[in-house]
């Protein structure tokens, strides 16, 4: 009854055929591998963890009395000249996740996917949230930027996705 007909044979068919569909779903599966949700957070943390390291040993590396972040003029301060530099990016990748334009973080969500062994497709929802996760990444990454560029290494991320997660039993 659950294939809708009453004739064994025509069951028999709706089997073998949905079987075969079943199989045909499972292989596309197996050579299409995605990311869950979670490994796809776990990514986005990755880089953002990646990337406060490297700008700590960017600035580490800087010579004193240096812009990190730009160059600029003998009468410009290297600070506010950094500070300018930071803000105009946050706000750049802020309108970048209000209109869903991944562009800025192309290179890094492909090298990501690629590494992590799936398949680089731009229309997948992995791909799309993998992107949205950078691009948070990136905000969250260029307002600490900013307060540390500050003297203020005090500044924890606000984003849920990028707060420290509690360690369970």
Known sequence: RSL?????????????????SADQLFDHAMSHPDLTSDE???LARRWFTDALEADEQHR????????????????EDPVEADL??????????KEAIAY????RVLPDVERLLSDAGVPVDRRSETFKRLARGLLRA?????????ARRVGDYASEPVDPLFRPQAHQP
Do not use: Q
């Not at 004739?7 to 073998?16: G, I, N, Q």
């Not at 580490?60 to 009468?75: A, E, F, S």
């Not at 869903?100 to 562009?103: A, T």
């Open 4 to 20: 809708h007909t009453t004739s064994r044979s025509e069951a028999s068919r709706l089997a073998r055929a949905l079987s075969m």
């Open 60 to 75: 580490i590396h800087t010579r004193p009395g240096k812009p990190v972040y730009t160059g600029c003029g003998d009468n």
């Open 138 to 146: 990136n905000i969250e990454f260029l307002r600490i930027a900013k």
């Open 84 to 93: 300018e530099v930071l803000r105009w990016l946050e706000g750049e990748y």
């Open 40 to 42: 796809i957070d776990a």
């Open 100 to 103: 869903n334009d991944f562009v």
